[in-house]
């Protein structure tokens, strides 16, 4: 099982308070307890609010999970083409863009991504409520590779979600006790029946602001909604 969305919150390293809200530690150590006896072979470790541009937890993370991992970062607007390049060989993957916490000019985002993409190969992925998605169409026209954390957020945005699917979009079947979504299984079908490479599974842990957790039933919810490509999901 390849775990697509994961943070670690280890102590040794700062973390912000975002809109008055600090999580509590959440090590290597807990992740590996949490998910024993699931099968998890590498994952993605992701860069939250709180922990802002900060890449030595993450860094330190990659390091200690070895093998089959990745990371996912934020970046700063002033960083330059040898961060990245750094942090590529580091083990990241991806940029994140957290537009549910923070403002982010959509320029300064597009320019960035696109860079990160140039010199890494790195994709860009969205933690946004979907129903923004129109709005942001004309970044996403231009960025080659892109995916949506958590199946969106909410149920408004499905059909631009399913439009971005269409294209080429890969979408994290993450967050079920975060997401706005009544019935995300019927989502993820939706979504599957577009684009059967699209879903990407992520457990979310710990969960931090969602309702509650992930839960190993989730997994069912995931294999009702995509039948005998769950290994797919999962890989």
């Known amino acids: 099982m390849f775990d697509a969305h994961v943070h670690i919150l280890d102590p040794k390293y700062p973390l912000d308070e975002n809109h008055g ?21 590498g994952g993605a470790v992701v860069s939250a609010s709180f922990q802002g541009t900060d890449q030595h937890y993450l860094r330190a993370a990659l390091a200690e999970l ?38 982010i000019d959509v320029t300064t985002l597009a320019i960035q991504a696109q ?3 140039d010199l890494a190969g790195w994709h860009a992925e969205f933690y946004v409520d979907a129903s923004l998605l129109l709005s942001l169409e004309p970044v996403f026209a231009k960025l080659p590779a892109v995916s949506i954390d958590h199946l969106g957020m909410s149920p408004e ?4 979600l399913l439009n971005l699917v269409e294209r080429g979009a890969r979408v994290k079947a993450t967050g079920f006790g975060r997401v706005e979504i009544d019935d995300v299984a019927d989502a993820m079908r939706r979504i599957h029946a577009v684009n059967p490479k699209a879903l990407m599974f992520g457990s979310d ?7 509650r957790p992930f839960e190993a039933a989730d997994l069912e919810v995931i294999r009702d909604a995509v039948g005998d490509d769950l290994d797919a999901v999962l890989s």
């Open 21 to 41: 809200y600090l999580p509590e530690p959440f090590t290597i150590a807990d992740y590996r307890n949490r998910m024993s006896g699931l099968g998890v072979t």
């Open 66 to 103: 070895g093998e089959g991992w990745v990371g996912v970062t934020q970046l700063s607007p002033d960083a330059t083409d040898d961060d990245i390049v750094a942090l590529d060989h580091a083990g990241v993957r991806a940029l994140r863009f957290n537009l549910r916490r923070s403002a």
């Open 115 to 117: 860079r990160a993409y």
């Open 157 to 160: 945005g499905l059909p631009y």
């Open 205 to 211: 842990l710990p969960g931090t602001r969602a309702r």
